[in-house]
């Protein structure tokens, strides 16, 4: 699977059916070559105009599941948010 295929997948959190989006970018160890996270923008601010300020960071123990169109994660999502970096 590429990283791109990854860009076209919904997560959703199956602890609640929360639906977080999809998959923006990914973050890998420079050592291993393996990806360690994927991120996936958070919630607009003032109807998108502002942006983002927030985005959720999902470690790969965390998937459950991997589907041809979806991605189930079970998260708690306020350990998974994290402050954008610019």
């Not at 960071?57 to 994290?82: A, T, Y």
Request: overall charge negative; glycine content about 8%; charged content about 35%.
């Amino acid at each position: 699977m590429r990283i791109c295929d990854l860009k076209e997948k919904e997560v959703i959190n199956i602890c609640d059916g929360e639906r977080l989006g999809f998959v923006e970018d990914v973050e890998f160890d420079l050592c291993t070559g393996r990806i360690t996270h994927l991120i996936i923008p958070g919630p607009c601010k003032f109807f998108g105009i502002l942006g983002r300020e927030e985005e959720y960071v999902i470690e790969l123990c965390q998937i459950c599941k991997i589907g041809c169109d979806l991605i189930l994660v079970e998260v708690n999502l306020e350990q998974v948010r994290k402050k954008c970096e610019l």
